[in-house]
Nanobody
């Protein structure tokens, strides 16, 4: 079983930055793909960004393009979501997710993931 521990959420003013982290434990085969999704109240969960350890590939979703980036710490099996120039519409619960290496499934799809973190709230005030 893979377990995910998220941290780094909080409240920030528009234009500010936050960094979220997600640490995976358990079999590394179960966390080859690690991604971030977010869900605002009344909205569907949407894909933000993902990293795949096996081929070091990164996939960005529309919310992340130009403002967010993902990095990793291999020794800690941790991925970080750096969010810059935050906007009020970025307010959401951010979820870390992990799944096994299945390159035939796009990492932007929820079906690519087996394990989910508890979520961390990000609030951007105007």
């Amino acid at each position: 079983q893979v377990q995910l521990v998220e941290s780094g959420g909080g409240t920030v003013q528009a234009g500010g930055s936050l960094r979220l982290s997600c640490a995976a434990s358990g079999p590394t085969s179960g966390s080859d793909t690690m991604g971030w999704f977010r869900q605002a109240p009344g909205m569907e969960r949407e894909f933000v960004v993902a990293f795949r350890w096996s081929d070091r590939s990164t996939t960005y979703g529309d919310p992340a393009k130009g403002r967010f980036s993902i990095s990793r710490d291999t020794a800690r099996r941790t991925v970080y979501l750096q969010m810059n120039s935050l906007k009020p519409e970025d307010t959401a619960v951010y979820y870390c997710a992990a799944g096994p290496g299945r390159p035939w499934i796009s990492s932007s799809l929820r079906s690519a993931y087996t394990y989910w973190g508890q979520g961390t709230q990000v609030t951007v005030s105007s």
